[in-house]
């Protein structure tokens, strides 16, 4: 030991490394594999969200943060959606995800 106390240890060597902490709050995300139903839409939480047509079937990765919801197909961004509150059973719908039947 070299005599100094852990409180002197810090202030004296790792202090001034340090960075300051972000402006932004943490925002808590849950992320889920979930399967696209043949109305083209995604549902959580007995909420239903729209995604492109061509994905109906598939399985995609859903990012639900408290004010927003990603849907990535693969690596790629597939559409968001504003995330619904309240009432179930409420529909977010784009019209650009609607199959040529639904136009």
């Known amino acids: 030991m070299d005599g100094t106390t852990r409180?002197?240890?810090?202030?004296?060597?790792?202090?001034?490394?340090?960075?300051?902490?972000?402006s932004e709050r943490f925002e808590s995300v849950e992320c889920k594999q979930l399967k696209i139903g043949r109305k083209y839409h995604v549902t959580d939480d007995y909420q239903h969200y729209s995604v492109p047509y061509k994905?109906?079937?598939?399985?995609?990765k859903v990012r639900l943060a408290a004010v927003k919801i990603t849907v990535f197909d693969g690596e790629a961004v597939a559409c968001g959606h504003p995330r619904?509150?309240?009432r179930k059973g409420q529909y977010s719908t784009m019209a650009g995800h609607l199959g040529p039947a639904s136009k």
């Open 84 to 86: 619904k509150h309240g």
């Open 7 to 22: 409180s002197q240890h810090f202030t004296l060597e790792e202090a001034q490394l340090l960075q300051p902490l972000l």
């Open 55 to 60: 994905l109906t079937g598939t399985i995609l």
